[in-house]
Every structure is written in C-alpha cells, then in structure tokens.
C-alpha cells in the first residue's frame, strides 16, 4: 500500500494523464528493474506523458506531495538507474517519441527524449546524415544524455555529451528550461547543457534534445584480427591512436569472451583468443590508407587471421555479434547471471591495468569475459555468477570493488561508460574528492525536496 503522500499523488495524476497513469501488476514489474543485478523494486505508478506541459504537471504534483519520481527510458541501463528504491512514480517517456526538426544544412536534429536512436537513424538514412552514438542497445535518446552513454564508435566520434547541443528540461517543481541552442558554441554562462547530461535523472527530466548529425561516409570497411595475448593487441591500439590514426571503432574483446562469442553464434565461428573489431571511415582512398598503415601495426605485434567486411550485411552482422557480446559472455553459463562493472583508464595504462585485472579473475576463482572500447581505454567486465551462491556473489562484488579501485589506482574512472545510478555510488567521494560534495551543494538547490530519483548517484542528508 502506497504511503499517504504518495496517493495523494496518484490521485491528482490520474486527473491530469487519465488511463495513462498505470497501477497494472505487469507494467509495475516491467518498471522494477534494468538490465542490471540490482534487486528489483516495483514503483507505485507508471505515467506515460505524451507533451512537455504533462510533464511539468506531474512534477508540480510530485513537488507539491513529496512524491518519489524516476524517469524511465527504456530500461537498458546496467547500474540500477532506474529501480524506483523509494517507490512512487515512474516516468515512461516512450510517447514522446516525435523526431520534431532534420536541420540538414546545419547537422543537427531535435527530437524528443523518447526518440530511440535507430529510429532516428531510420529517418535519416535518406538524408546522408547519420546521428553516432551507439551504446549497442537501441536505447532512447533522453536516457543516453542523462546518463552520458557512449559506445563503440565514440574512439572517432565521441560520448553523448559531445553531441548533445540544447535540452528542455523539467525541474522538480515543475519549471520548463531550455540550455544551450543550434548554435555549435556559446560562451555565455554556466554549461548547464551539459549539467544535466550524465545527471542520470536526479535534477528533472529531459523533454527535448538537440543533438548533432554527421555525414554518412563515402565508404566503410571493417575487420577483425586476432593476437596471441592481450597485451599486444592493446599495444597495436596506443600506437595507432598516438600516430592519429582516425578508427572509427576499435574493440578488444579477450579469448574467454571469444568461447561465448562462438557459442552464442555459432555460424561466425572464430579463434579464441583475444580479438580487435576495427572499423574505419572514409574517402576509399582513406580508407584503403588507414587499412594498410593499421595492417602494419598490427603484423608488428604478432597479431594475424584478418577478416575484412566490406559489404553492408557483413559489417552488421559482425557488429551485431559485438553488441551481443553481453548475451554471448552469459552462454558460457548457461542459467547463471552476470555482474556487470565497467571502468576508463589512460589508454597507456590499459595494457597493465587489463594484465592485473585478470590476475584479480584468477584469484577470485570466477570466470569473467572481457570486452572493451579500446580505443579510449574503457573495458567491461561480466563476471558470470550463481545467483543463489552467496559465496559466488560476494566474491564477484568484491572482484569488482578491486577491478574499480584498480582503476582509480591508474588515474581513472570507476565508469566510462554504464554510470553511476545505485551500483557505484560508494566511489564517487574517493574518485571526485570535494568535487563530489559539490554534486550535493547543486542537488539540494535544484532538488530541494530529494524527489527525483532519489537514492542515485548523489545522497541527500
């Protein structure tokens, strides 16, 4: 039974959104959990708003009650970001899913949050243009700003907050603001765009997007290629990025990972032992440039077995088997589950930092694929587990505890890539030092009343 605050909540809401306010048993639970091992936690309600004023009402609502909110893209996050901890309401933002602006001769388009970026890519695919970033899933465009994602192509093109220009956005109370503008710079005031990119839903809710477009290149070629340890395969990476060779994805993924690749597809079979997936954009004369001066580096460092893809299905099929890489990991035990960590070093500390990280593996007895963006120097651990075993699971949280800590021990970060939400909050003080108590001081001015989110990234007093 809801507390009284929050029925009061659901009350008014259910006035304003009608039927689109959901109390149903299965959309409750669809809205508990993300793809991640956090325990689920079901909310009391789900509002599907459909315009910018409906969300600013059911905020008004929320302040004026004290209710919890959550936004809610579509749950493909891997640290608890979205499980409503203190029940109340939960935002789906899925029909608000209108692509409102193609601005061809400037390169960018407006869209609302619940715009997916295959969808957006769809739409584009006739202009020439193309929107970059890709976390693998095919995730809404306002959950990547706010939790900043990224993926494997951001080694060219860069992370969410480096193409994102503008935003509406919902404070707690209800206020509608707009940051930044069309315009590709701006040196007037505080970067608030980019304030609540990565704020992961804990200062009001994304209601619109500007984000930037890039032209489709004239041509496409990509490749994998295999290597005897890791630590030459990641030596091949730092040189080609300190030449500038321009790679437009460049991924490591270990030979542990390489045995679930295979049984996970097994129509691609392919060596196990440690792998780059490699893409280059271009001219065809670039391209062909960079395919030979990258095929040098690699036969420097041992590495052999290349397989080019240039054709369209080819590529796809390759980079769909890399974005399953998660699924392909989890067939190494069949009926088990994962813990997820990912951590962002210096790309000169990769190599080391990758050569302890196994031996950490090692010692904890568990069997955990690696996958990495490479070329920017973040990587991904699963370490695959029994749920049901809490020794399994105790030594996999602390195998992950090491493998953060190891990075910050590197002058990194606890997270490149999937954020902070309930997984990762404990290292935040130890990676930001009073930078983080400062997250706080801007919290409690925005969020006075701790509704949105509350629980993730940064704790009230």
Same mark, same amino acid.
């Given at each position: ?10 009350? /008014? ?40 004023? =409906? *969300? ?54 407006? *869209? ?42 951001? *080694? ?40 609540? *990119? ?122 769909? /088997? ?17 813990? @997820?960590?990912?951590?962002? @070093? ?38 695959? @587990?029994?749920? =049901? ?6 030594? /996999? ?19 490149? =890539? ?44």
């Amino acid at each position: 039974m809801p507390d009284a605050h929050i029925e009061a909540a659901i009350s /008014a809401l259910r006035e304003i959104l009608g039927d689109r306010l959901s109390t149903g048993a299965s959309i409750l639970d669809q809205h508990s959990h993300d793809e991640a091992y956090t325990t689920p936690v079901l909310p009391d309600a789900v509002a599907f708003p459909e315009t910018t004023e =409906e *969300v600013s009402q059911l905020l008004r609502v929320c302040s004026q009650h004290g209710c919890p909110v959550v936004p809610y893209g579509i749950g493909s996050s891997l640290e608890g970001h979205i499980v409503p901890v203190q029940g109340g309401i939960t935002v789906d933002t899925s029909r608000m899913n209108r692509i409102l602006q193609i601005n061809e001769s400037d390169l960018d388009a407006v *869209v609302e949050p619940g715009v997916t970026r295959v969808q957006l890519n769809d739409e584009l695919r006739a202009t020439g243009l193309m929107f970059t970033v890709d976390p693998g899933a095919n995730a809404t465009l306002g959950g990547m700003a706010a939790t900043r994602a990224s993926g494997t192509n951001t *080694v060219r093109y860069g992370t969410m907050a480096d193409n994102v220009l503008a935003l509406e956005v919902v404070l707690p109370d209800g206020q509608i603001i707009e940051t930044g503008s069309r315009a590709r710079k701006s040196s007037t005031g505080y970067d608030l765009t980019h304030l609540f *990119v990565g704020s992961e839903g804990t200062l009001g809710i994304i209601t619109k997007l500007t984000v930037k477009l890039r032209g489709q290149p004239e041509n496409i070629a990509a490749a994998t290629c295999v290597f005897p340890e890791i630590a030459s395969a990641v030596d091949t990476v730092i040189l080609a990025v300190q030449m500038g060779l321009p790679m437009a994805r460049i991924e490591l993924l270990d030979e542990v990972q390489m045995r679930g690749m295979n049984i996970y597809n097994p129509d691609m079979p392919m060596p196990e032992a440690p792998h780059l997936f490699l893409e280059f954009h271009g001219t065809e004369a670039g391209v062909a440039e960079q395919v030979k001066t990258f095929g040098e580096l690699v036969a420097e460092h041992g590495g052999s077995d290349f397989k080019w893809a240039t054709k369209t299905e080819d590529r796809n099929r390759l980079w769909q /088997a890399r974005h399953n890489a998660y699924y392909a990991g989890k067939a190494l035990r069949p009926g088990g589950n994962s813990v @997820v960590t990912d951590c962002c @070093v210096p790309i000169s500390a990769l190599a080391e930092c990758l050569a302890k990280t196994k031996e950490l593996i090692a010692e904890a007895g568990l069997m955990a694929p690696i996958a990495g963006h490479v070329g920017d120097g973040n990587f991904h651990l699963l370490i695959l @587990v029994d749920p =049901e075993d809490a020794s399994e699971m105790a030594r /996999a949280a602390e195998l992950a505890n090491q493998v953060n800590m190891l990075a910050l021990e590197f002058g990194g970060t606890v997270s490149g =890539e999937h954020g902070i939400g309930l997984g990762k909050r404990k290292y935040l003080a130890q990676e930001h030092g009073a930078a983080y108590g400062l997250m706080g001081v801007l919290k409690k001015a925005i969020d006075p009343g701790n509704i949105m989110n509350p629980g993730k990234l940064v704790t009230l007093n």
